[in-house]
């Protein structure tokens, strides 16, 4: 006979306090970009004004900010379980590189790749209410007209070619 044994582990969340968002500040070694990201990420936000999600970071994400910020790796392996803080730990140093770019009058890019449309989507408005904060930022502190740019291909967003002038484009 077939058998097997099922074996159901429960798996706690992070623990998100473990580092507080403040630590950003050394680690960057950049007081414009904390800034920045204080306003549009940081649960306090900047100067009283913005303000994000984040209170803290779990020590995978802090581990994972600092090593690829450090470029300690070539690569780097997120693993932990449904909303355990990935995005985070992988979005915030391409939001750095990204922004020191802007501030310094450089195109960088960054390129996501997800496994599910379902997810894409969801992390899509995640990251678009965040660059909607960074460029207000650019706009209202900095008095600069630099904007954060984020595009979507996902097999339903018809080829540029195919767009006229005026239209919707997605």
């Not at 044994?5 to 429960?10: N, P």
């Not at 500040?25 to 936000?45: A, H, P, T």
């Not at 470029?71 to 020191?100: D, M, Q, R």
Request: aromatic share 10%; hydrophobic share 40%; glycine share 8%.
């Amino acid at each position: 006979p077939l058998e097997t044994k099922i074996i159901i582990d429960d798996e706690p969340l992070p623990a998100w306090e473990d580092h507080a968002f403040e630590e950003l500040k050394g680690l960057l070694n950049d007081e414009m970009v904390y800034s920045i990201l204080s306003y549009s990420l940081y649960k306090n936000g900047y100067e009283g004004q913005g303000g994000g999600e984040i209170k803290g970071f779990s020590d995978f994400q802090w581990n994972a900010i600092k090593n690829i910020l450090n470029k300690n790796k070539e690569a780097y392996v997120l693993s932990a379980p449904t909303s355990g803080g990935k995005t985070y730990a992988f979005l915030i140093p391409i939001l750095v590189e990204i922004i020191k770019g802007k501030l310094n009058g450089e195109m960088r890019r960054a390129l996501l790749i997800y496994p599910r449309k379902s997810l894409e989507r969801d992390q899509l408005n995640k990251i678009i209410n965040i660059i909607y904060m960074i460029n207000a930022f650019f706009k209202d502190f900095l008095n600069k007209n630099i904007e954060i740019t984020i595009g979507i291909d996902d097999g339903e967003t018809l080829p540029k070619a195919k767009i006229s002038s005026g239209e919707e484009y997605r």
